[in-house]
Every structure is written in C-alpha cells, then in structure tokens.
C-alpha cells in the first residue's frame, strides 16, 4: 500500500473538521472516494459538484480504499458504530483528546488529527496546518504520512499522551486567546469604540511570538509589576465582577512568572 | 502652524515607545528635530547615525520645535519635571493610562497615544499601529492629525475616559493573551515538543477575528460545554495548580457567555 502514489480515502462525519478536511483531500493528488454521514443530506451538501459519492450507511463503503478518515465528535468515537467498519481498512480519528486504542479492534488504525481551529465562517489554507500522527504499525505511519504530507509541510509524530496535552495547550492558545480578544471588545464597546482599533494589537500580539518565545516578549502593567495602574484597572472593572477576577487571576500569573525568571 | 507641512519634532524619552516613534518620525516628512533623555548616552544611541540631536537638559530644546513629545513612564509625567518645558509649545504624551490634564499648566497640550506592544526585540511598522489622538484645543488636534497621519493611516479622535478603557482592554487583548501563549509553550514543552507546533494555530486565532468578531469564532471544549473533556483537562493540569484555576475561571466566563447569548 505504501509504494503507491494515490490513496482512496473515505471521511465519516459532515461537520468542520470533516468538511475542510474533505475540500483539501478532494483537491491534492489522492482521491476522496466517498463522504458518509448518517444525515445523507449533510454529505450530499458537502461532496456537492464534485465526482465523490455522498453515503450513508457503513455496509456501502468501498471496499477497496486505503484509508477511512472518522471526523467524528468524541462521544461517538467511543459507541458501536464504529465497529461496523471492515476490518482490514486503515481506520484513524480526528480527535485531539481521545486515545488511539479507541480503535484497538481495527489491526490497522491510526490518528490523523489537524491541530487547528475549524469554522464555517472561514476558509483555512491547509498547507499552514500541522498534522499530528500516530499509528498502529510502521506501515499505517508510512499510508498517513504519504496522505498527509500532500496536504501540509507540516506533519509531526505525535503519541497519545503528547496529543492530550497539545489539545490542552491549544485551548489555552486559541479558546483562551480568543475569549481575551472577547473581553476586550466588550470593554471597547462599552467604551464607544469599534473593535477595529484592537485588531492590529491582536495582529502584532500573534506576529511577535513567531520569532521569539512569548515570556521573551511580555509587556504591560503586570510584567512590569505597576500597582498604580494594576489597581487603576481593577478599579475601572469595579461594573465587570467577572472581568476582575480574570484581571486579577492572570495579572498574578504574570507577576509569579516574572520573579521565578 | 497648521498650514505648515513639515513640523519639527521633539521626543523626550529613550524606552522602547521613544525609540520606535523616533525612527518613523526621522523617516517621515517631518523633522525629528532632538533627542531628549536624561541619560545621553542613551538619547545619543538612538540618534546615532543621523542629523538628529540629542541632548539631556531641557533648557537645550529648541524653541522653534512645534511638537514635544513626551514618551516617557506614566510616574515621571506627574513630577514637576514636566513643568521645565516653555510654556508655549505643544506638549503631548503618550501614555494610555495618564489623563490630558496632566499637561493642563501648557495651553498647547495634547496625547499622542500609539496603541500596539513596543519591544526592542522586534521592528514595528507604524503604518500598522493606531495612533489615538486628544488636544486641549481645535489647532493643536490639527497639528497632531498632520503628525500622526503622515505615520500612519489609522488616526483615531479618543477621549481621556475611552483611552483608559482602550489601554485596559489592550491589557487583555495583548498581555494576556501573550500570557495564555506562553502557558501553552510550557505546556508543549513539558510534553517534549516544541512550540513550533503551536504557531499556525495561534496566527489562525488572530487572524480569524480581524474579519469577524471573537465570540462568532469561538471554538473549543468550553464553548460546546463539553464537561468530559473539560474534567479531563482538569485531571492533566493536576501538577500545575495555577494552570488549573485559570482553566477554570475562563472555562466558566466562556460556558457563561454563550449561556447569555
């Protein structure tokens, strides 16, 4: 399987993970073969103007394909209905956060996890995102790698526990981030401004640690230990309980990480 | 003053806002007129190889400058330091937390805020920062406008009160969520992989609400109230008790938004 150069791959699952996943493979040098959701309308919607087949039961996958990609939320990762797959096929999930021994009764199974943030609003350039591997054996990493390498420069080999702990780390470098960003626009808001005025700041802010490590580049009131403005700002949340107890919580953060350095 | 198309500038202060605002005023059409510090060998490093002088008394500024800007740290604004300047020039900082009446004893006072993070380590280009403009009158606002509009495109008209509040939610939008980099490097690291890995998903985050706002992106655990995998985020941040309480306060603030939407 592995000395040949176009792999047959079925995706299971309709949702943002599924549905970039599904555009990128439809468009580099392997095929997309089928799309299977239990909803057939979602399937059909996404393999929509293309020559790829929208099913929507297990018994209809083409045997003759080499990989079968479920982008499958956790809790059904977990149920029966993944028993239902042929057992010879290479069978990987997508999850950052579920073991790959979810898939021990397949003898050739893997992880094929995209480390990125999916949303319908915007399209995503696969080539910047990193894919995390593990497989079963030598020759499932030798399939996953030639699929995921023509999708993106960037593939690493990443066991279970490390995978765990990038999905932790991803949810402090997005979900967090992203509630930071949140946070802010409120206070602009409140303020009578437009968001706009922030979003070069949240630009430079992601810019800077390309280069450099982020505890290299730390600035403002709590890295430079200024009580007179840390106790301003406190004061000016005094409408915003939540807001200050986050102020407080991570300027605390900053101050420990300073004296530890 | 306002007719006049090339103004002469004075920037007191040698940090990392005075050095930056310097080298794109010496580049713009305006004249970067001296160097003020009072430490002169460092207004003399950051004049070095140009026409500019630096000097360390203010009783050597030139009285045909039309702008001083004072680029200098918030506590040193409130001392009688700033009472030496001639009375009849136009006197601005650039502060995001000090009111306009700090300058009150000048009838030609001003703030010439630049609302993105300065570090040594890395160039800015000031076409990309906001510059946040107040005057204590309609010619001085004239004088500044001309300034900053030949340094940047993004010039902003934002009171005392709305400057506060844009310098705590930059708090947020920048130092904290440089702070929420930082703790997933730390996280990465401690798993034995490089931050490399965490790179694109933090350049998709930023660049994700430069087109939207940050609570339609938002993605993650807390944001589908996933208390499985939220619970086994806990359990894995179980020898790092900080990390923990953090997880929790923005888990909640995120389950707590989407409740109110």
């Known amino acids: 399987m592995s000395t040949r150069k176009n792999l047959k791959v079925i995706i ?20 997309l073969r089928q799309v299977l959701s239990r909803d057939l309308s979602r399937a059909k919607v996404l393999v929509n103007n293309t020559n790829v087949q929208a099913i929507q039961s297990v018994s209809h996958i083409d045997p003759t394909a080499d990989v079968v990609i479920l982008a499958l939320k956790d809790d059904v990762l977990n149920t029966e209905y993944i028993n239902q797959f042929p057992k010879k096929i290479i069978l990987c999930h997508t999850s950052g956060s579920v073991s790959m021994d979810a898939l021990a009764a397949f003898p050739n199974h893997g992880i094929f996890y995209p480390l990125q943030t999916f949303s319908k609003l915007k399209e995503v350039d696969f080539a910047e995102i990193p894919i995390c591997l593990e497989a079963s054996n030598t020759e499932v990493m030798q399939t996953l790698s030639l699929l995921a390498s023509s999708l993106s420069p960037l593939v690493y080999e990443v066991n279970s526990k490390q995978r765990k702990a990038l999905h932790l780390a991803a949810v402090f470098a997005c979900n967090f981030t992203n509630l930071m960003y949140d946070i802010s626009e409120d206070l602009c ?73």
């Open 189 to 261: 808001q409140k303020a009578g401004m437009d968001f706009e005025i922030l979003r070069p700041l949240i630009r430079e802010t992601a810019a800077k640690v390309q280069e450099h490590s982020p505890n290299e580049v730390q600035t403002g009131p709590a890295s430079r230990n200024d009580k007179n403005i840390i106790n301003r700002h406190i004061n000016l949340l005094n409408q915003h309980v939540d807001y200050q107890e986050i102020y407080r919580v991570l300027t605390d953060e900053i101050i420990k990480r300073n004296e530890e350095l």
């Open 12 to 31: 299971v699952g309709s949702g943002n993970v599924a549905t970039h996943l599904a555009r990128a493979i439809a468009q580099s040098k392997h095929e």
